[in-house]
């Protein structure tokens, strides 16, 4: 079992939409976590933290559920530019685990 | 200020040649870690450094992939008799402190094709 799980998608969704993508992480001793983003064939760059109060950054939002070991980002009013493929990721020791990732194509 | 650089920005060998790839992180980063990413693939990790410590070598796949850093500084990941399921992107990342959740900045990669 791969330590951080994500559906790989594709998500296809019409501009203006609102997308939820899920991740779960099986390592209980994991202490931070984080949505990365990554555009085709660029290096992966952190979108955000993810708190265990749940956390907000303009039309992101992040959550994070301790004791189902489940992780979660939504985005509101999609845009074209958020289409790419999102990773979930946590750190059950000092280096980052990825999840293989939740690609999103925002149509117009 | 300049990011992580590395080079070169891609590679291509031929399988059993060995490869060097080189990390250049964030000046003043303490922390430095090698990850690759094959094809439709999440980062692996491969070996962390911090500071003067021993390095964490648990993700090397094989003892045909070696890593150094000089001078607490640049970083140097070695390929020995390269196979063609080494190709994949190699990706660099640093990071300013030694604990705490911070985030790592990761440079370009290098895309490595073994023939």
């Known amino acids: 079992r791969k330590e951080v799980e994500q559906d790989p998608g594709p998500f296809n969704v019409p501009e203006g939409a609102?997308?939820?993508?899920?991740?779960?992480?099986?390592?209980?001793?994991?202490?931070?976590?984080?949505?990365?983003?990554?555009?085709?064939?660029?290096?992966?760059?952190?979108?955000?933290?993810?708190?265990?109060?749940?956390?907000?950054?303009?039309?992101?939002?992040?959550?994070?559920?301790?004791?189902?070991?489940?992780?979660?980002?939504?985005?509101?009013?999609?845009k074209l530019s958020d289409s790419a493929t999102y990773l979930c990721v946590v750190t059950p020791r000092r280096a980052l685990t990825f999840g293989s990732g939740t690609r999103l194509q925002v149509q117009p | 200020g300049a990011g992580v650089s590395q080079s070169p920005s891609n590679k291509v060998t031929e399988k059993g040649k060995?490869?060097?790839?080189r990390c250049d992180p964030i000046s003043g980063h303490t922390a430095l870690y090698w990850y690759r990413q094959s094809l439709g693939q999440g980062l692996e990790f491969l070996i962390y450094f911090q500071g003067n410590?021993?390095?964490?070598?648990?993700?090397?796949?094989?003892?045909?992939?070696?890593?150094?850093?000089?001078?607490?500084?640049?970083?140097?990941?070695?390929?020995?008799?390269t196979q063609q399921e080494d190709s994949a992107v190699y990706l660099c990342a640093s990071r300013p402190y030694v604990g705490g959740a911070d985030t790592q900045y990761f440079g370009p990669g290098t895309r490595l094709t073994v023939l």
């Open chain 1, 18 to 78: 609102t997308v939820a993508f899920n991740c779960t992480y099986s390592n209980s001793a994991s202490q931070s976590f984080f949505w990365y983003r990554q555009d085709c064939r660029k290096e992966p760059k952190l979108l955000m933290s993810v708190y265990s109060s749940g956390n907000e950054d303009g039309r992101f939002t992040a959550q994070l559920n301790r004791a189902s070991q489940y992780i979660s980002l939504l985005i509101r009013d999609s």
């Open chain 2, 53 to 81: 410590s021993a390095p964490d070598k648990s993700g090397l796949p094989s003892d045909r992939f070696s890593a150094e850093r000089t001078g607490g500084s640049v970083s140097t990941l070695t390929i020995q008799r």
């Open chain 2, 18 to 21: 060995d490869v060097e790839l």
